[in-house]
């Protein structure tokens, strides 16, 4: 177990600056990531469970409604990123909260459509808005108790966190393998100089 | 549109999104992980352990500061009151976090041996961070195993295992719970790391305050001592995952950590051992010295440090003179420059990892103080001392041993502890600053007391002011330059002395607040004098009474509505006649 923490925080300490003063302390463990990735991390893995079960992911890219929101949660991380702003350690999770929530709603379905080469289940309906309303309100409510002083609390949080992580590192290693794959097809199967293939390429 | 053109649509808003939500992730990643640290060790601040005045043997109340030399600002990180302790502060490398060990005031508890499996070992609530919490170790269910709560590193095994099997045979254990706490230098943040037993009495508890616990270079890691009883071990605490590591038997001082992380060291009990452990406890190494150490000397580690190269622990021996051990061969090496001879509170630099001491310092209490110190600088590979700067002592009281110094991490700036008389011979705890330039006098005393007043009790009174005169001096009053202000002139045995007062009604008696310092007469001081004198009477004598600030603070709790005059009494009362 000791090995296995130490091995999650030297790959944490990769992408995050790892700040102890400004890492959440749980039942006497400190996070492996300072409190803005911690929300981060635990957003992307909550939104990710959250897109699994309902199965939003497949339908289609968000409403336009959801995307305003998601693009606005982006843009506010600069203030609080760059310190332009920092009232404290609930609202630096806050902001990695919803971050977080923003790229998993925006990576997770493209990832999917992209894929399945622009193939979609259907479209987003009523309920399925208005549950992702709920869930909104859901996110934006932890910080107002987040964290309890439990070990179990501590373990689940830090599961959600690689769960977000690896959703992330899933969808681009995905989107990656894809392009890597339609490049080779291109490039060697069908010949760098082939008019045809370029085209076929072009228009997707 | 068609099927494919709907596809083809719906693919390039899926990669944009997809581009869009990928490089906000990585654009965040790269801004954290490349995000300054907040704050730097860059000698600017101290923290320091601060008692009541008066109290330097037994004291009643703790704190830790940080003090911000530039600005003088302190900032309180913790404190304890009663029968606490608080140990000495050790800052993490990165400046990040301050620790230190404390003690609750609880009343002492009771071991019964482990022949007992049932026996209960503590009372009252557990401790939040016990070894019980940690998910990679079954539950303690004996006293010695809560003692003994690390995982052993040690070399050889059985050296733990036999200081587990003394604590057994023993019938009853007086113990201790001690915090090992962490701490953020502008105190607002805390977390207790690990709460464990220690086995000893009242001389354990109070030894505490010349401990201090270690960091590792990364940070991620702090070594401290557990003392059972006779038997001292040195263990370490991860600070990420919370898992506790025993290294090796030591003396109660504080471990010393290599700069590469990979090795810790300690002295055992009879100080002529030297002993350095791996961490990761692959190796360790006892070196018998040839060398007097310790005894009647000061703090033996902290006159033991590593080679910047991890692969030689210098010390300086009991007549100041620097050693070297090689940690591979054994040998030991005697510094035979005359240079540096004479080698006090030496420290390597974390600028240019050179070695920083002070010269022409003399520890032998027989022998008249210290007049010239010099902060002295040795390549350590070259052997070659360079003088900083020279600087004169002022007058300390040596009962505390002539004050406690250390350098600053850049090597620029001395700093000594010391206890200094006012102008009432009263002692008073100091700051002393050197920087080669200017010499820094703090008062420390005053950061631990509260104030007795606030701005609505100040008053003024005219008929304080004039020429007073008893048969063994004189004082003077006049009106001070601030408002509700007096400026105080005494004459005694032919010395004249100067002070600033501020006069506060309390309960139904009248005190002169008496600041020694001018300056003090300030925001943020004006409320808390130096001492106070409670005027008696001003008609037709000047009738004053001295009074110390926790007799008074204590007059003040008791009292409901006012302070009755006997309950004051009539010690240190001096009368004065109005001079023509």
Not at chain 2, 304 to 322: A, E, G, N, Q, Y
Not at chain 2, 505 to 534: A, C, I, N, Q, W
Not at chain 2, 547 to 553: G, H, M, T, V, W
Request: charged share 25%.
């Amino acid at each position: 177990m000791v090995r296995l923490m130490s091995v999650i925080a030297h790959i944490l300490s990769f992408l995050c600056s790892q700040d102890a003063s400004r890492s959440f302390a749980i039942a006497g463990h400190l996070l492996p990531v300072c409190q803005r990735c911690a929300g981060l991390y635990l957003g992307m893995g909550v939104t990710f469970v959250y897109l699994l079960l309902k199965r939003d992911y497949r339908r289609d890219l968000p409403p336009r409604s959801i995307v305003y929101v998601n693009v606005a949660c982006l843009l506010a991380m600069p203030i609080f990123g760059f310190h332009l702003l920092d009232p404290g350690p609930a609202w630096r999770l806050w902001s990695g909260l919803v971050y977080g929530n923003a790229i998993v709603f925006l990576l997770v379905p493209a990832a999917s459509i992209i894929s399945n080469e622009g193939r979609r289940t259907g479209c987003h309906t009523e309920p399925s808005t208005t549950s992702f309303w709920i869930f909104f309100a859901f996110l934006n409510g932890i910080p107002l108790w987040f964290p309890a002083q439990s070990v179990w609390f501590y373990y689940a949080g830090l599961l959600f966190m690689l769960v977000g992580l690896l959703c992330a590192a899933f969808c681009v290693s995905v989107v990656t393998v894809l392009l890597i794959k339609k490049l080779f097809m291109s490039a060697v199967l069908k010949g760098v100089n082939n008019e045809y293939a370029r085209s076929q390429d072009s228009r997707l | 549109m068609n099927t494919q053109e709907v596809k083809t649509v719906g693919c390039r808003k899926a990669w944009i999104a997809f581009v869009a939500a990928s490089s906000c992730l990585l654009i965040y990643v790269m801004a954290c992980v490349m995000s300054p640290p907040g704050w730097s060790p860059d000698s600017s601040k101290i923290a320091i352990l601060v008692t009541l005045p008066g109290e330097q043997e037994h004291p009643k109340e703790f704190a830790l500061f940080v003090y911000d030399i530039a600005t003088g600002a302190h900032t309180l990180l913790d404190e304890v009151k009663a029968d606490g302790v608080l140990s000495a502060p050790a800052w993490s490398p990165d400046g990040k976090w301050i620790a230190y060990y404390k003690v609750e005031p609880t009343p002492s508890e009771q071991v019964r041996p482990s022949s007992e499996p049932n026996a209960a070992l503590s009372i009252g609530e557990r401790p939040v961070n016990t070894p019980e919490d940690k998910p990679d170790r079954s539950a303690p269910s004996t006293p010695a195993e809560q003692l003994f709560s690390e995982e052993n590193q040690m070399l050889p095994p059985f050296m733990f295992e036999l200081a587990e099997e003394r604590v057994k045979d023993k019938n009853d254990v007086e113990t201790f719970d001690v915090k090992l706490v962490i701490a953020t230098p502008d105190g607002k943040e805390r977390e207790t790391l690990q709460v464990m037993k220690w086995v000893g009495g009242d001389d354990d508890r109070g030894s505490m305050v010349l401990m201090r616990p270690t960091w590792s270079p990364d940070c991620k890691r702090l070594f401290y001592v557990r003392s059972i009883e006779s038997e001292c071990y040195t263990a370490s605490i991860d600070i990420a995952t919370g898992t506790t590591y025993a290294h090796l038997l030591s003396a109660p001082p504080n471990p010393v950590v290599s700069p590469d992380g990979k090795w810790v060291a300690s002295y055992l009990e009879d100080d002529d051992t030297l002993i350095a452990s791996r961490i990761d406890g692959s190796v360790c190494k006892y070196f018998k010295l040839d060398l007097e150490i310790g005894d009647d000397g000061p703090p033996m580690l902290d006159f033991t440090f590593w080679s910047p190269d991890s692969r030689k622990i210098l010390l300086v021996d009991k007549d100041s003179v620097l050693h070297s051990i090689d940690i591979a061969s054994g040998q030991t090496e005697f510094y035979e420059n005359p240079d540096a001879n004479s080698i006090a509170f030496p420290t390597i630099s974390s600028t240019d990892k050179k070695l920083y001491y002070l010269g022409g310092f003399r520890t032998d209490e027989e022998g008249p103080p210290p007049q010239t110190i010099s902060l002295k600088r040795m390549d350590l590979e070259g052997k070659r001392t360079r003088t900083i700067f020279t600087f004169r002592m002022p007058e300390i009281s040596r009962d505390d041993g002539g004050g406690v110094f250390s350098i600053s991490p850049n090597g620029k700036v001395v700093l000594a502890r010391a206890v200094m008389h006012d102008a009432f011979e009263k002692e008073r705890t100091v700051l002393i600053f050197w920087d080669g330039k200017t010499q820094k006098i703090v008062k420390t005393d005053r950061w631990l007391l509260k104030p007795l007043y606030g701005d609505s009790n100040l008053i003024f009174e005219e008929r304080l002011i004039g020429k007073w005169r008893r048969e063994d001096g004189r004082i003077t009053i006049a009106k001070g330059t601030q408002e509700k202000t007096y400026k105080l002139t005494w004459v005694e045995e032919d010395k004249e002395r100067h002070a600033v007062a501020n006069l506060v009604r309390l309960k139904g008696m009248t005190f002169l607040g008496v600041f020694l310092d001018e300056s003090l007469v300030e925001p943020g001081s004006h409320l808390l004098p130096d001492m106070f004198m409670r005027v008696v009477q001003t008609e037709p004598k000047l009738t004053l009474q001295a009074i110390e600030y926790n007799e008074l603070a204590e007059l003040l709790q008791k009292a409901a509505e006012s302070i009755r005059p006997e309950d004051v009494g009539t010690e240190g009362i001096s009368e004065f006649e109005r001079a023509k």
